[in-house]
């Protein structure tokens, strides 16, 4: 079955960028998109195919998917962006989740 | 305001049975295919099951097939899921989400919580 792989963890410092990468075979032949999940919040959709933001997700937020790679990129990164971050891709009729990456704001 | 309100969850026995309910409201219900995700205690979230919007397609994740059944009322804006022979591992907080086509989840509800114990 399909996989996707996450670092488990990004630390962050306030205003600096965070990068978190999400790898899957030829994942850039695919639409692959990203959730933020706040403690105890349900998850909310921050980047769908590939690079495109959701109405009133900060411009902070910003993604690309090539080849075997999709980034989700958080420039000036504050406070409120430290959550769990989930990448997400549709495969052979199945959603396929990565297993999340925490991102710690210092 | 788009929204969905997951309901139904609660504490069953191993081998038991639980039907989830997704109520939706702020949106055309009929035309959007609908989710529903899993987030067992302490873990990352789980895909569960999809149904198009005229219920033409449905599709399971493996470990659900068989046991679990997705089904909607484009009448009454409603998303069901019956749980049948549940298993510890199946406690988790349910949510379900809207879905653009097959690619990606735009809107989830407030997730239910299902505990499987003895």
């Known amino acids: 079955s399909y996989e996707l792989t996450q670092p488990p963890s990004v630390s962050v410092s306030p205003g600096q960028t965070a990068t978190i990468t999400c790898s899957g075979h030829?994942?850039?032949?695919?639409?692959a998109c990203w959730y933020q999940q706040r403690p105890g919040q349900s998850p909310v959709l921050v980047i769908y195919?590939?690079?495109q933001r959701p109405s009133g997700i900060p411009e902070r937020f910003s993604g690309s998917n090539s080849g075997n790679t999709a980034t989700l990129t958080i420039s000036g990164t504050q406070a409120m962006d430290a959550a769990d971050y989930y990448c997400q891709a549709w495969v052979s009729s199945s959603y396929v989740f990565g297993p999340g990456t925490k991102v710690t704001v210092l | 305001e788009v929204q969905l309100v997951d309901s139904g969850g609660g504490l069953v026995k191993p081998g038991g049975s639980l039907t989830l309910s997704c109520a939706a409201s702020?949106?055309?219900?009929?035309?959007?295919?609908m989710n529903w995700v899993r987030q067992a205690p302490g873990k990352g979230l789980e895909w569960v099951s999809s149904?198009?919007?005229?219920?033409?397609?449905?599709y399971y994740a493996d470990s659900m097939r068989g046991r679990f059944t997705i089904s909607r009322d484009n009448a009454k804006k409603s998303l069901f899921l019956q749980m049948n022979s549940l298993r510890v591992e199946d406690t988790a907080v349910y949510y379900c989400?809207?879905?653009?086509?097959?690619?990606?989840?735009?809107?989830w509800g407030n997730g239910t919580t299902v505990t499987v114990s003895s």
């Open positions: 195919q590939d690079s």
């Open positions: 030829r994942l850039g032949d695919k639409s």
């Open positions: 702020g949106f055309n219900f009929s035309s959007d295919t």
């Open positions: 149904i198009s919007s005229s219920s033409r397609y449905i």
């Open positions: 989400a809207r879905g653009w086509d097959f690619y990606y989840m735009d809107v």
